[in-house]
């Protein structure tokens, strides 16, 4: 079995908006429900859960029927930072996820994803554990090294930039947060799966990424998704 976790437990200050940007329309459809048809629509995902921020919790399920996302069968109230909600969405599944299932851990407010990106994190995922989409940085970049400054330059073929979709053998995920919890590192960690992995040593493996899959977080990345929409729609009409 494999089950789509979408995080949706922040509130996204940076937009501005007044409501979380998961639940902003974008031409007439909340981002939250681009993102969850990538997963509805993906032969390979048999069930959505969603962490929700609380507020909203039954809005999402109005939403959920709406749109008639029959995939979604579980909606979980969400945590204080990503860290958190992933961990509650993860062991709402104790009961219900085998060892060998895969769980993919998405961002709400990344409707960006494509299908050959679910794929790929699937397939790599069930190869070695785990796999996090990960693309090359393309950037020019330097240490910060003063106000303002830099005077090191960092070799960027060293550097990876991971996203989502994270996928875990369910066994691997759940003992992952187990023993982060048991060792008393949740809270005095950066407050991501990758992170607390680091921390526990645990390797990280690689699915196909992309330039585009970008998150939501300011109002010029919302602008750049309406961009993105009013574009699929012209090609699909054409």
Not at 28 to 47: R, S
Not at 133 to 145: A, C, E, K, N, V
């Amino acid at each position: 079995m494999n089950v789509a976790i979408i995080l949706a437990g922040g509130i996204g200050a940076r937009v501005g908006s007044g409501i979380p940007k998961q639940f902003i329309e974008v031409m007439g459809k909340p981002v939250i429900v681009y993102t969850l048809e990538k997963f509805q629509n993906h032969a390979d995902i048999d069930y959505i859960q969603v962490v929700c921020v609380k507020d909203h919790i039954n809005h999402l399920k109005d939403i959920v029927k709406k749109y008639n996302l029959s995939k979604v069968k579980w909606i979980v109230e969400g945590g204080d930072t990503f860290l958190e909600s992933a961990i509650k969405g993860v062991d709402s599944l104790r009961n219900i996820c085998a060892d060998d299932d895969l769980v993919s851990l998405h961002f709400g407010a990344s409707p960006f994803v494509s299908q050959a990106i679910i794929s790929d994190s699937l397939l790599e995922c069930r190869k070695k554990g785990n796999a996090v989409s990960t693309t090359p940085f393309y950037l020019l970049s330097g240490y910060i090294t003063g106000e303002s400054t830099s005077t090191e330059y960092i070799d960027r073929e060293s550097i990876a930039c991971m996203n989502s979709p994270h996928t875990f053998r369910y066994e691997l995920i759940r003992d992952l947060f187990d023993e982060g919890r048991k060792k008393n590192l949740i809270s005095k960690i950066d407050p991501f799966i990758t992170a607390l992995m680091y921390a526990l040593e645990k390797p990280i493996y690689f699915s196909l990424g992309s330039q585009t899959n970008i998150k939501i977080t300011t109002k010029e990345d919302l602008e750049l998704f309406e961009g993105y929409v009013m574009h699929q729609s012209k090609k699909t009409i054409t």
